[in-house]
């Protein structure tokens, strides 16, 4: 109970920061509509029309790859059946899209609490933090990618400060990805490590007493799931990218449609894709990263030799669309008896009353 409180706590801090950033978010929203036009973007998404539907089921797919992904980072004799990893990341999502820092909070961890009559929620937890890492490495790879293409095609139309970050954006993936490399393949203990080092001199010692054998122990699986399924990589790792190249395939059907005055290309698809994975990670904070991905997109696109407004609808197109499986995912609570409130005093029960029990012992040490 008093680890639920902790949990209940952590959260209250991060509410203020959350509600500045989701005001600030809807501020610049308002400023872009408002630059744009509420006419032009209007007229974009009805060029779009019955578009939307192929939009829909393109972002349906994404969450289909993810689901699939999920569902192979389990070891045996835990299995987690598609159907039940498909449902639980739609409510998940749903609840990480609305919240303030919900996705890091509430939307990841209750995607395993969700499926915890199917399996134990450590088991279930590793696999997902082993599913995340995959897809860190993907995403990584296609923002280098798709940064590395902007500034090869694009770079003598490019402003100063947006050829600065692009190339900062080069250099931090380009460290990045080595470095957890070797953190993987040597298994490092860093998050252990960390909590450690912390305890160790009295910094948060009252909230790493019970999670420090936790820590160690998700990440002994998280790296024994490396040495024992290396067969596995390849194909979680072409899931991953499927997802991305789902989402240049959605970009690129809405441009198409609301475009008729330029042709768009898949690269250029393929640039914007790459962008929104950008804001989405470094601002994985907002609230559907509402006003920073118009602007964003809005500057890339103009760039890119779009007219005035296609950047910023393509944004919002995608949050509509947001809005739907959100919607859904609301629907599948519902039907479950369940609402945002219910899961989420849930998930931080459910969460520390598991560390507590087990201690990580529940969870196998690498080989």
């Known amino acids: 109970m008093n680890q639920s409180a902790e949990k209940k706590s952590t959260i209250r801090r991060f509410k203020p920061a959350g509600i500045i950033f989701a005001l600030l978010g809807l501020v610049l929203f308002a400023y872009v509509v408002r630059r744009v036009g509420t006419n032009v973007i209007v007229d974009n998404i009805k060029a779009l029309g019955a578009g939307f539907l192929l939009v829909l089921a393109l972002s349906g797919l994404r969450l289909v790859v993810?689901?699939?992904?999920?569902?192979?980072?389990?070891?045996?004799?835990?299995?987690?059946?598609?159907?039940?990893?498909?449902?639980a990341r739609i409510m998940g999502d749903a609840l990480g899209n609305l919240v303030p820092f919900g996705t890091m909070i509430i939307g990841e961890p209750a995607k395993a609490v969700l499926v915890r009559k199917r399996v134990p929620l450590?088991?279930?937890?590793?696999?997902?933090?082993?599913?995340?890492?995959?897809?860190?490495?993907?995403?990584?790879?296609?923002?280098?990618?798709?940064?590395?293409?902007?500034?090869?095609?694009?770079?003598?139309?490019?402003?100063?400060?947006?050829?600065?970050a692009s190339i900062g954006a080069l250099v931090a993936v380009a460290v990045i990805i080595p470095l957890?490399?070797?953190?993987?393949?040597?298994?490092?203990?860093?998050?252990?490590?960390?909590?450690?080092?912390?305890?160790?001199?009295?910094i948060g010692r009252r909230l790493l007493e019970t999670r420090r054998e936790s820590i160690a122990s998700v990440e002994s699986r998280i790296y024994g799931f490396y040495g024992r399924n290396r067969s596995r990589f390849l194909p979680i790792m072409l899931l991953e990218f499927c997802?991305?190249?789902?989402?240049?395939?959605?970009?690129?059907?809405?441009?198409?449609?609301?475009?008729?005055?330029?042709?768009?290309?898949?690269?250029?698809?393929?640039?914007?894709?790459?962008?929104?994975?950008?804001?989405?990670?470094?601002?994985?904070?907002?609230?559907?990263?509402?006003?920073?991905?118009?602007?964003?997109?809005?500057?890339?696109?103009?760039?890119?030799?779009?007219?005035l407004g296609k950047g910023a609808t393509l944004e919002i197109i995608r949050k509509i669309r947001d809005l739907c499986w959100t919607a859904l995912g609301f629907a599948l609570l519902v039907k479950r008896g369940l609402s945002l409130r219910a899961v989420a005093e849930e998930t931080q029960t459910a969460v520390a009353t598991e560390v507590a029990a087990t201690g990580g012992a529940a969870v196998p040490a690498s080989e």
Not at 67 to 79: D, N, S, V
Not at 133 to 141: P, W
């Open 66 to 87: 993810r689901a699939l992904a999920w569902t192979r980072c389990f070891e045996a004799p835990h299995q987690l059946r598609f159907r039940d990893a498909l449902q």
């Open 122 to 164: 450590l088991a279930s937890l590793s696999a997902l933090a082993i599913e995340n890492i995959f897809y860190s490495l993907s995403v990584s790879l296609f923002i280098f990618s798709g940064t590395l293409a902007l500034l090869l095609n694009f770079s003598s139309s490019m402003k100063k400060p947006l050829w600065y």
């Open 243 to 307: 997802f991305h190249f789902a989402g240049v395939l959605e970009a690129y059907v809405v441009l198409w449609f609301i475009s008729s005055d330029y042709q768009p290309t898949l690269l250029m698809a393929f640039i914007l894709e790459s962008v929104n994975r950008m804001i989405t990670v470094v601002f994985k904070f907002m609230p559907m990263r509402v006003g920073v991905g118009e602007s964003a997109a809005e500057q890339i696109a103009k760039l890119l030799g779009f007219t």
């Open 180 to 202: 957890a490399y070797m953190v993987i393949h040597r298994q490092w203990k860093f998050l252990s490590g960390a909590a450690e080092f912390l305890y160790g001199r009295g």
